[in-house]
């Protein structure tokens, strides 16, 4: 009798057993569907959301194809604003002047945009994109004036060549070998090229705005200059004329009026009217 109730008694602590492992699989399986469900709506709000984002890129992207290059210049005149309505605030001058500007900005980019509507291509370069300020150059060929660009609000350097004086060889050649010059040499110490264009009466070469001056009147107005600051201008020079042999061009007119001085004292090398290229 003793051993059956023994017997009995294991029997129902090991089917005690089981019910509480059974028990146990349930829950942790419960907790895992759960898990996995959560998991899968996660995933599914995700794609939905990836999607709907790729969408809206999809239309935004084809409503900008379709109105065509006229976005992408409204786009870049918006920004430019910025750059010319906070140039120096503090003279009235300036600001009637850039106030000015902003209104021929705009007009310049309507005209743009019709222009770009009907013929489907950039407009040519005219007078009406620059702002003319003050002369800062003369020489026996042309002048060169301080202008602003309407568009991006940058000074530039803009030497004009007057077409009756360009009916000879000799001065026909000067110009244009200038500009293949130019269009060859990139170099931080050389005045760079930014574009050329040509009216009725006039041929005009945009060149970047050195604001220091040259350096004959920089050295005028300083009398004597210290040596390193010396070494480090004679430098540039040497740095800017290396690169113009490197490119099989020579100068052949080095002098204080013919290199100019930027903001930050960085020497740019310019008037390239005589020189060879060998």
Excluded: W
Aim: charged share 30%; with cysteine.
């Amino acid at each position: 009798m003793l051993l059956l109730k023994k017997k009995s008694n294991n029997s129902s602590i090991k089917s005690n057993n089981i019910a509480k492992n059974k028990g146990k699989q349930r829950r942790a399986m419960q907790s895992l569907e759960k898990n996995s469900s959560a998991q899968s709506s996660a995933h599914e709000a995700s794609v939905k959301i990836n999607t709907s984002s790729r969408s809206s890129k999809i239309y935004h992207n084809s409503h900008t194809s379709e109105k065509g290059p006229a976005v992408e210049i409204e786009k870049s005149t918006k920004e430019s604003s910025n750059i010319i309505s906070t140039v120096d605030l503090t003279n009235a001058g300036s600001i009637h002047l850039n106030e000015g500007i902003v209104t021929e900005r705009e007009k310049q980019v309507n005209f743009i945009k019709i222009y770009t509507k009907k013929h489907e291509s950039i407009p040519p370069t005219t007078l009406e994109f620059y702002k003319f300020v003050k002369l800062i150059g003369k020489g026996a060929f042309g002048k060169v004036t301080l202008g602003i660009h309407k568009l991006t609000g940058k000074h530039v350097a803009i030497k004009t060549f007057e077409k009756s004086y360009m009916k000879d060889d000799f001065s026909r050649k000067k110009v244009f070998q200038e500009v293949y010059i130019l269009k060859k040499i990139h170099h931080s110490n050389i005045i760079r090229l930014l574009e050329v264009f040509e009216s009725s009466k006039h041929f005009f070469i945009v060149m970047e705005y050195a604001g220091a001056g040259d350096l004959l009147h920089y050295v005028k107005k300083k009398r004597r200059l210290p040596e390193n600051e010396a070494k480090f201008i004679f430098k540039q020079i040497l740095y800017g004329l290396g690169h113009c042999h490197c490119r099989s061009v020579l100068h052949r007119d080095i002098k204080l009026d013919n290199v100019l001085l930027d903001n930050e004292k960085g020497i740019k090398l310019c008037d390239f009217g005589v020189s060879k290229i060998i």
